[in-house]
């Protein structure tokens, strides 16, 4: 008989789970609840939206008449999930019962906000959603100091937007560095120093100690020194949200997300929940690098979960949902920064010890116009030697450059076997004859066997 499938969430994951499950099972019933107003849209934008460089409506992919009409799914937008009867097999959203055969939780993650004297204050905002979004511009119109908490890709990419709209932008930071956790520090302080050249201010190791103001906010005192302020934004990481699976009595794993199976399905206790299926960012991933939780919360990996969770929710040809090294990548004012697998710092967490080779080249031809400097870091375990991570600056074409690192690390390939066997295309308006990644492992190969 079709089966009955309810999905929590509008995000990545939620919406792709809702459409990979009536396209797998086009007479399955599929429902979709969400908080939102907004479904099916790009959070990545937002950072270009509050800009102006694309427009609100761009964002947006699809409307809930455009999923009734062309695939059949049901979406009830504003309407939050109170509950979930799991004897029953009903959840109750909006005060009315429905029952499911399947469900999938995707309710992704919330911004976590360091608890600062001050941060309900007006004009201080968090950035998650397209509402956030549409807030924060409309604050913008008339201020001149923006304050920025964290310097992470997100607020990296929020200050860039905010100083090309001619704001007088600072960044806080309470680490030694920009992009911390998943970028080595040579890497992040030349970040820094470019958008430094951009003219943002940043103020380094100094954690946020309080918002002031008289019912909006007026300053920001951070690192002992207060700096004025008209809007403030919190880009100080995500957190699972885990208000449905707690509610559940799911296992919450070591990194705060839910533990799943390779078929996404959680665990109570150590044992397989039936019927439910999780994805998106609240979900504790498995390492693809080193045996060993770690977290992937990128639209990349919500979208692919959510292709996994939609499958197994109305097939019994179970899809399963691997390891992952989390590629990522952004462009963060002139440059293009990516990076995959381990940094130094998070290799040390798992107790690996590092060799690291550098190169700098170009991305074209030296003599072919329009190129730019590319600057790629790999990084191996000095053990095994195995490829286990890399970072990548460029004017251009690091994505294609870092998924390749990837499927190197992803496949255990050592350094050695990658300058052996590695090959790159060549052409001069698209590489050097000898791809600068290429560069940088020979010289990971040379400090290997120094
Ligand atoms: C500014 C910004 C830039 C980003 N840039 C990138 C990027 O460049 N590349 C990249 O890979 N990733 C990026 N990300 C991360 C990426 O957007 C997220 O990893 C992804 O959107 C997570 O999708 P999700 O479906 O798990 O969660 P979400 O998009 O958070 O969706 C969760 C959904 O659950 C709903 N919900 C929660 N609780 C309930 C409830 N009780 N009842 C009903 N509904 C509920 C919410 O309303 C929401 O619809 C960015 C994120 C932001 C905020």
């Given at each position: ?136 511009q409309s604050a913008l119109d008339g201020a001149a100091n923006v304050v920025i908490g964290g310097a992470g890709v997100i607020g990296l ?30 890497m992040a302080d030349a970040i820094q120093s470019h958008l430094e050249d951009l003219g943002i201010r940043f103020v380094m190791g100094a954690p946020l100690q309080s918002v002031n103001g008289s019912g909006k906010v007026e300053s920001v005192t951070a690192g002992g020194v ?225």
């Amino acid at each position: 008989m079709a089966k009955n499938v309810i999905v929590i969430g509008s995000g990545a994951a939620g919406m792709t789970a809702a459409s990979t499950a009536k396209e797998r099972d086009p007479a399955c019933k599929v429902t979709v609840f969400t908080e939102d107003e907004d479904i099916a849209y790009s959070p990545c934008a937002i950072p270009w939206g509050i800009e102006g460089k694309s427009a609100w409506s761009d964002i947006v992919m699809h409307t809930p008449e455009f999923y009734s009409r062309e695939r059949g799914i049901d979406v009830h937008i504003r309407t939050s999930v109170e509950s979930v009867d799991e004897s029953a097999k009903t959840v109750t959203a909006g005060g009315v019962q429905y029952p499911y055969d399947s469900l999938v939780i995707a309710t992704g993650g919330k911004v976590f906000v360091p608890p600062v004297e001050g941060a309900s204050l007006g004009n201080v905002f968090v950035v998650r959603t397209i509402r956030d979004g549409k807030a924060i511009q409309s604050a913008l119109d008339g201020a001149a100091n923006v304050v920025i908490g964290g310097a992470g890709v997100i607020g990296l990419e929020l200050a860039v937007s905010l100083k090309d709209m001619g704001k007088d932008v600072t960044v806080v930071e309470m680490m030694d560095q920009v992009i911390p956790r998943i970028a080595d520090k040579d890497m992040a302080d030349a970040i820094q120093s470019h958008l430094e050249d951009l003219g943002i201010r940043f103020v380094m190791g100094a954690p946020l100690q309080s918002v002031n103001g008289s019912g909006k906010v007026e300053s920001v005192t951070a690192g002992g020194v207060t700096y004025p302020c008209d809007v403030m934004v919190f880009a100080t990481g995500v957190r699972a949200n885990l208000d449905i699976p707690r509610a559940l009595g799911l296992d919450i794993g070591v990194l705060n997300a839910v533990v799943v199976s390779p078929t996404l399905q959680p665990y109570r206790r150590g044992r397989i929940v039936p019927d439910i299926y999780v994805a998106g960012d609240l979900v504790q991933c498995e390492s693809a690098i080193m045996p060993g939780p770690t977290m992937s919360q990128l639209g990349s990996t919500a979208v692919k979960q959510g292709s996994v969770a939609g499958n197994n929710a109305v097939s019994g040809e179970k899809m399963l949902f691997g390891p992952v090294a989390s590629p990522w990548v952004s462009v963060i004012g002139e440059k293009q920064i990516a990076g995959t697998g381990l940094s130094t710092s998070l290799a040390a967490w798992y107790g690996i010890d590092v060799v690291a080779g550098k190169a700098t080249g170009l991305t074209r031809a030296r003599y072919h116009p329009g190129g730019t400097e590319l600057t790629v870091k790999v990084l191996a375990d000095a053990t095994t030697h195995r490829i286990i991570g890399a970072q990548i600056i460029a004017g251009e074409e690091a994505t294609g450059r870092i998924d390749w690192l990837t499927a190197a690390a992803i496949n255990g390939m050592t350094a050695e076997d990658f300058a052996y066997r590695s090959e790159n295309a060549y052409c001069p308006p698209t590489s050097m004859v000898q791809d600068v990644v290429i560069s940088a492992v020979r010289d990971l190969c040379r400090k290997l066997h120094q």
